[in-house]
């Protein structure tokens, strides 16, 4: 299995700059409706969420804007599950031009599993550890990402 198509939207004009160009929050804005979109591939959808008071927390974000996107584009989200645990998930999203490989911009994520009740970390049910499992394994072929792991710092 290729990385999932989590979400797919044009670019919206408010989400537009002074220069034509989607501004960087709203990156994140789309990686954020992706990662949504991936909780109900896992089981973890409003229903669900009702249901156990379980979430997904967000951790560790890195964002890495590699090409500008200008309004009137139409883009879609790649995700790729790099790992996880009986209590996280580690997410990588590309965002691309419509039917087009070279990624605009990626995105990595660190997701806790939350009981909202605590607020406390809580075991993924077994139900959605055997759908992370499936993508995972669905995915094994796949190769680690040019932007995963990236550390921000100067040269030096």
């Given at each position: 299995m290729p990385a999932l198509q989590t979400y797919r939207t044009p670019l919206m004009p408010d989400w537009v700059d002074y220069n034509g160009h989607l501004r960087d929050a709203f990156y994140l804005l789309i990686f954020s409706?992706?990662?949504?979109?991936?909780?109900?591939?896992?089981?973890?959808?409003?229903?669900?969420?009702?249901?156990?008071?379980?979430?997904?927390?967000?951790?560790?974000?890195?964002?890495?804007?590699?090409?500008?996107?200008?309004?009137?584009?139409?883009?879609?989200?790649?995700?790729q599950v790099?790992?996880?645990?009986?209590?996280?998930?580690?997410?990588?999203?590309?965002?691309?031009?419509?039917g087009i490989d070279e990624a605009l911009a990626a995105n990595e994520q660190m997701l806790l599993h939350v009981d909202l009740a605590g607020p406390k970390s809580a075991v993924f049910a077994p139900e959605v550890l055997e759908r992370l499992q499936g993508i995972v394994a669905e995915q094994a072929n796949l190769p680690v990402p040019e932007f995963v792991g990236r550390v921000m710092k100067l040269p030096g």
């Open positions: 409706y992706a990662t949504d979109a991936f909780m109900e591939c896992i089981g973890l959808d409003g229903d669900n969420r009702e249901a156990t008071g379980h979430s997904l927390f967000t951790l560790e974000c890195h964002l890495n804007y590699l090409h500008e996107v200008k309004l009137g584009t139409e883009v879609t989200v790649r995700t790099l790992g996880h645990d009986r209590k996280r998930v580690h997410l990588y999203h590309s965002l691309h031009r419509e």
